[in-house]
Antibody
Framework: EVRVLESGGDLAQPGGSLRLSCAAS????????MSWVRQASGKGLEWVSA????????YYADSVKGRFTISRDNAKSTLYLQMNSLRAEDTAVYYC???????????????WGQGTLVTVSS | QSVLTQPPSASGTPGQRVTISCSGS????????LNWYHQLPGTAPKLLIY???QRPSGVPDRFSGSKSGTSASLAISGLQSEDEADYYC???????????FGGGTKLTVL
């Protein structure tokens, strides 16, 4: 059974940092690109970042470019999102999503985690 | 303001057929496949349609997708109460070099 489980969400101060993790199981992790998608309370979905299966290609939304870094450890089947210089507008539930294929541009997100809440507030 | 445009709401009665539209541009829908996701209240999104009109295993054939030019639509036939959810379209955008989503359509089953 495919599973993706996010962790690391917390309360952070503006300007602070957090690292999110996403533990994957039930599929060959290196064969699939992965993404982070966020959703502010009562709002729609916003794609944040993506990484190819091998980790050699990364992509970012303009809203987080230069502040967030996506990475993956294929030996541990784990996806990460390092979030620096956090802003109030980064407050959201962050979902980890598996892509149907390895390379980018991807095809679609066929499995999503349950999300982890990031709150940026003083 | 979302890159892809969806109506904020849609509604229908049980058994009816409803459609939800999604409009974009040449850099996203016009040149890349379109996907649909639905999200029940308090849960994570789920893939409903991918590559314009493909259903993942387990998705009933009551759900169908189509695309023409820079627009796409999701059709739900035989509407059921459990279809009440938020529906999002999404596509890769070649200009932004990233995924773009529609603002979402809240479907109400009357």
């Amino acid at each position: 059974e495919v599973r993706v489980l996010e962790s690391g969400g917390d309360l952070a101060q503006p300007g602070g940092s957090l690292r999110l993790s996403c533990a994957a199981s039930g599929f060959t992790f290196t064969h699939h690109a992965m993404s982070w998608v966020r959703q502010a309370s009562g709002k729609g979905l916003e794609w944040v970042s993506a990484i190819s299966g091998g980790g050699g290609s990364t992509y970012y939304a303009d809203s987080v470019k230069g502040r967030f870094t996506i990475s993956r450890d294929n030996a541990k089947s784990t996806l990460y999102l390092q979030m620096n210089s956090l802003r109030a507008e980064d407050t959201a539930v962050y979902y980890c999503a598996k892509d149907l294929q390895m390379s980018y541009p991807g095809v679609a997100f066929d499995y999503w985690g349950q999300g982890t809440l990031v709150t940026v507030s003083s | 303001q979302s890159v892809l445009t969806q109506p904020p709401s849609a509604s229908g009665t049980p058994g009816q057929r409803v459609t939800i539209s999604c409009s974009g541009s040449s850099s996203n829908i016009g040149s890349n496949p379109l996907n649909w996701y639905h999200q029940l209240p308090g849960t994570a999104p789920k893939l409903l349609i991918y590559s314009n009109n493909q259903r993942p295993s387990g998705v009933p054939d009551r759900f169908s997708g189509s695309k023409s030019g820079t627009s796409a639509s999701l059709a739900i036939s035989g509407l059921q109460s459990e279809d009440e959810a938020d529906y999002y379209c999404a596509a890769w955008d070649d200009s932004l070099n990233g995924w773009v989503f529609g603002g979402g359509t809240k479907l109400t089953v009357l």
